[in-house]
Structure formats: C-alpha cells, structure tokens
C-alpha cells in the first residue's frame, strides 16, 4: 500500500497536454486559451461619454460662460459631429465617440434648460465640471493597442469572454476538451428510471461523476457494466483506446466479483497502484494503457468515488488541459478545524466539512457528522474534505488543515 504523496506523484507522472484545437468563442467558456489575445485597439478605442448630459468645451467654463447653446444632438452609435461653435455644447449620450472641439461632459442632473424665442435650446450649468476631461473616459485609458490581456494558458471565464469578445476573437485556439468514459459497476445496480427491488440500488455514482468531470471540463460517456468478468473484458477495450481517461467506480477491492484489477491487468493496462493508505478510497486502483487512456479506478462506495475524484482525477483533468502544467497542483486552501479530531489508523484522513468564514477572515472547517463513506447524503451539507496527514492522531481545535473544496 502506497501513501498519498506517492499516489499523488504517480497520478502526476500520467500528465500529458492535450492537443489545441480551434473553436468559435461562444462555444469556448471554461476551456483553457492556446494563444494570447492582444488588443486590437485601444481601451476605450475612441474618446467615449460616460454620462448622458452635454459635451462643451472646458476652457470656456473655465473663462466663466454658464450658458451652453445646444448646437446638434449625437447619441451613441452615431459618427461624432461637427462643433461649429466654440462656445456652443452638443447634447451627447453615454457611449458616443465625443467629437472634436469639445473635451468635458456635464450630466443632465447637473443642467436647467430653456428655449428662446429664436426656437434654440440652451443649457444653464449649475455644477461646473472640477477638471478638463471630466466624464469622459479616455481612448487608450486602459489598454494599449496590441497589449497583452489574456495570456496562453488562462482559463476563459466570464470576464476573458467579454475581453475576447470586444477584441473580435471570434474563432480561439483552445485545449480540446478531455474525453472521459463514466463506467459503474455491480450487479445490484439498475437505472434511475427502474424501480429497485427491495435488494437493488439506483445507479447514483454514474451522474455524480459525470457531473464532476464535465465540470473540470470534460466531455463524458457514461457506461455500465455487470460485475461480469467476461462483459468487462469484450467492453472495456474500447473505452481504453477511445478516451483520453476511463473513470470506473465499484468492483476494486476484495470481495469475489471484485472483478476490475485482474480484468484491467489481463487487457494490458498497466498497473501504478493499487490501494493507498487513506480513507475513505483505500482500494483505489490506478493504472494506464500503454498509447491510451489513464484508468481511475474508484471505489464504489459513493462518497469515497466523490472525494477520491475530486483528490485525484480533478485535479488530472485540470492539468491536461493547462499547456505547461507537470505536477497536479494542490487545489487547496488552509482551514481552520473548528472541534478536535480523532483519526487512530496510520492512513491519511479526507473528512467532509462544512466551510464558513470566520472573524478574523479565515477558513472555518466543521466536521460533518457522516455515516462513512456510504452516506452520499453527507455530501449535500459539506463544501470540501481536509485532508489530515497520517499522523498525528489527535488534531486539537485550531489546527490548520489543507481543505479541498468542491462547493
Ligand atoms: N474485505 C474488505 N472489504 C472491503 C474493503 C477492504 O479493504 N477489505 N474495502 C472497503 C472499502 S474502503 C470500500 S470503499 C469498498 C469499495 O469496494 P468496491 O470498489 O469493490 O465497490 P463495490 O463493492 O462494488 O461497492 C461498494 C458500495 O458502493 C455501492 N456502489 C457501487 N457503485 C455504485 C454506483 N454506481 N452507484 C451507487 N452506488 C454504488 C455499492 O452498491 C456498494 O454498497 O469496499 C469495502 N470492502
Ligand atoms: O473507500 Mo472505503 O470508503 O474507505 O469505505
């Protein structure tokens, strides 16, 4: 039996970038970019209103004019106008290019209006403007032309979106995303449609573990198989060669249809490990076909599958997908253990907490009351898992402990 730093290393060792491929932006959110984007113009590119109000010229108020003929209107949108007039303003909308001749906007709640008898409309300004410039969000106030703003390697959430939408990225080289095969196993399963028999469980482990790799940004099959060595072995081969991971949960550890080490083994997949000292997730079977894909092997109890996903197989997926990433990166933060924790075994502990802030802005991490690593229900009340090191066996309130957080 292997230690998890080890398994940790061993899972590591299988990271391989996946190739990039070329995709249209509003089908790229979650993945991870390929290139760096570049501005293609300035941020703002054009002198741009902030407020709906009139554009005028600073150095007349600053001369002592309060009185602003309205000479033409622009809204945004429009080609900027003309200014004739030096002293004269234009009524100007947030968003409109602000023309030449003009450098300052006043906002209407700062304006009266009139109309004089010659039909022309004038604005009073009640509220000077402090400076030159004022409300008027400058070309280039931001960002340069030709800037970097998104390097290789970001992940495109919603704010790289608008960035790459602004700049016209309308196709983006990014990772292709891991194609991952969902198998459960066991005779006792049947489907969520099905009604169980009084000695049957619905497949629960199957979208639990969809829903986690889709989230990492997967694309995932689900598949099931019987414990059934002779299915196992006409199904499996096409999952190894066909995916870039096969994540199976169930079957891995003694019982007598226990099934998937030795069939895995005779198909060729080449074992790293089998069983590491933790709990839950003890029986976790490791392994990878040579030119195909990386096999985890989960345990079936539903929350060992979950925290061994998430402790493992996450943190794969994410670095497969990030260009220049050789080590799983330790996707955790420090918490802080609200109670204290007993844990005798000479196995590292992943404990279910919940997660709150405490006074002073640190991490709180309250032990779930769960029923073992059967109690899926646990898993709805918890945000995370610390993980205790082997030893010691007593954690007193206040240490502080690595949390890997899944909510
Ligand atoms: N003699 C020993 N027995 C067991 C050991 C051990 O070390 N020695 N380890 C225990 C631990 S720890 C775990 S975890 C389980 C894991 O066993 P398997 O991976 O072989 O899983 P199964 O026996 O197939 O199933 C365990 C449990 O989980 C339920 N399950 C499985 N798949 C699903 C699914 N897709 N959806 C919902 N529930 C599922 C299954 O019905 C069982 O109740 O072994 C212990 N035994
Ligand atoms: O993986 Mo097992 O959970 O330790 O029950």
Known sequence: MISVAEATRLVAATIRPLGVEYLSLTLAAGLVLREDL???????????????????????????????????????????????????????????????????????????????????????????????????????ADRRQNDLLVPAGTVLGPAEMAVAATIGAATVAVTRRPRVAVVSTGDELVPITDTPAAHQIRRSNGLMLQAAAETAGALTEAFHFDDDPVALRQGLPALLTGFD??????????????????????????????????????????????????????????????????????????????????????????????????????MTHFLLVSLEPGPDGRLLATPERAGGSGDMASLLTSSGFLELPP?????????????????
Not at 110 to 139: K, Y
Not at 391 to 403: I, K, N, Q
């Open 391 to 407: 030893d010691p066996e007593h954690f007193p309130a206040g240490t502080v402990l690595p949390v890997w957080r899944f909510r």
């Open 38 to 140: 570049r501005a293609d113009r300035d941020f703002p590119p054009f002198n741009r209103v902030a407020m709906d109000g009139i554009a005028l010229n600073y150095a007349a108020l600053a001369a002592g004019q309060q009185e602003f003929r309205i000479e033409s209107t622009q809204f945004a949108g429009q080609p900027p106008v003309a200014v004739a007039d030096a002293k004269a303003a234009i009524e100007i909308m947030t968003g409109a290019m602000l023309p030449a001749g003009v450098d300052t906007v006043i906002r209407y709640e700062d304006l009266t209006f009139r109309n004089d008898e010659a039909g022309h409309r004038w604005a009073a300004v009640q509220v000077p403007a402090p400076r030159a410039g004022h409300n008027v969000h400058s070309q280039a």
């Open 245 to 346: 991971a096969v994540v199976l949960s169930g079957g891995v550890s003694m019982g007598k249809a226990d099934f998937l080490p030795g069939v895995l083994r005779e198909l060729g997949v080449e074992q790293l490990f089998h069983e590491v000292r933790q709990r839950p997730g003890k029986p976790f079977w490791f392994g990878q076909q040579p030119g195909g894909a990386v096999v985890f092997a989960l345990p079936g109890n539903p929350v060992s599958s979950f925290v061994n996903f998430y402790r493992y197989a996450r943190p794969w997926l994410q670095a497969v997908q990030q260009p220049a990433v050789t080590v799983v990166a330790a996707a955790t933060i420090p918490a802080v253990l609200t109670q204290p924790v007993d844990f005798k075994p000479p």
